[in-house]
């Protein structure tokens, strides 16, 4: 199943049970704004999301373990993102060229890091514990480090369409 390059979605849920987001499957929604992704999903494919240029809220589930290459690519309103607890792998690209990132928290459980990630995201701030690999990756990538004791809590955005 895919909706690439459809213009007619603000908001997915997606139903518990799906076990991976394909490659391409939203790319280039220019109206999605939200997407929740279920605890049972373990991968979200490349450019699952690349190109969703109104999207602002992500929910990602702790359960995921992967985040393809271009996954988020040029999603250009994402501005604070949580990466759960389990993710062991982020891609190359997947977040390169979302201008509007200001905050990402990058969970202990991270053992691989794709190239270029967060390349053209010149607000950021990665936020994780000391001595993390997140704390690691910021300084090599010269990344502002928001050090915390816990990974804080998602708080949804506000999206431009009232959702009910």
């Known amino acids: 199943m ?23 499957a939203f790319c280039e929604c220019f109206s999605l704004e939200k ?26 589930s702790e359960g995921l373990e992967g985040i393809g290459d271009y996954a988020f690519n040029s999603c250009t309103l994402l501005k604070d993102l949580v990466i759960p607890e389990g993710v062991m792998e982020l891609g190359n690209f997947a ?22 990630l967060f390349d053209g995201d010149t607000k950021l701030s990665i936020v994780g514990k000391s001595g ?7 300084q090599q990538q010269r990344l502002r ?12 955005p506000k999206t431009s369409r009232a959702k009910k």
């Open 95 to 116: 977040f390169e060229n979302c201008t509007a990132l200001e905050t990402v928290a990058i969970p202990e459980t991270i053992q691989f890091v794709g190239g270029r």
């Open 2 to 24: 895919t909706f690439f390059n459809c213009y007619a979605m603000w908001t997915v849920w997606l139903p518990e049970g799906l076990e991976s987001i394909g490659d391409s």
């Open 145 to 156: 480090f928001k050090l915390v004791g816990e990974a804080p809590r998602y708080v949804p």
């Open 35 to 60: 997407v929740v992704v279920p605890a049972s999903c373990k991968r979200i494919g490349e450019n699952a999301f690349k190109g969703c240029t109104a999207l602002v809220d992500v929910q990602l």
């Open 132 to 138: 993390s690999y997140a704390e690691g990756f910021a």
